[in-house]
């Protein structure tokens, strides 16, 4: 394995460990893997952009750090302009249409598509007055979706 995919992988793993944020400082990290500071500048150049879903901000000086930040993937941001897509109402065949693309396009499980079957179910709904249904369904549809996309 070559010494960028070895720094490469430690960064994945503080991203993961952090959160999807990591800090490092570049001299320290040249120093665990025995290498010159610009192996590590390569390696964040081009591997953690903004067209792979990172966000890299750095603070210079003695005690200057970088810190990379993941983004939201492309299913997440497909979820939330889902999500936000939803009107004011949202019948019940409508939301299950809806979750069936979802699950179809796999930005849902089958798992999740069934609770959110469920929870916008006329049956679930029932203690709402009717002419109240279609504007909390969407409410629902909309939270849900959006919850999912940003777990």
Request: proline share 1%; aromatic share 4%; glycine share 10%.
């Amino acid at each position: 394995m070559k010494m960028s995919d070895l720094i490469a992988d430690f960064i994945g793993e503080m991203l993961s460990e952090g959160g999807g944020v990591a800090e490092l400082q570049r001299k320290r990290l040249a120093d665990q893997f025995d290498c010159v500071p610009s192996q590590i500048n390569y390696v964040i150049e081009t591997r953690f952009t903004p067209e792979h879903g990172y966000l890299v901000e750095s603070q210079r000086g003695g005690g200057g750090y970088i810190r990379i930040v993941r983004l939201m993937d492309s299913k997440q941001q497909t979820l939330l302009e889902a999500a936000r897509s939803v009107g004011g109402r949202l019948t019940q065949n409508d939301a299950a249409r809806l979750t069936r693309a979802l699950v179809s396009a796999e930005l849902l499980t089958q798992r999740e598509g069934q609770l959110l079957l469920s929870a916008c179910a006329d049956g679930a709904l029932s203690e709402v007055a009717k002419s109240d249904r279609d504007r909390l369904r969407a409410a629902i549809f909309r939270c849900a979706v959006m919850g999912i996309a940003t777990v």
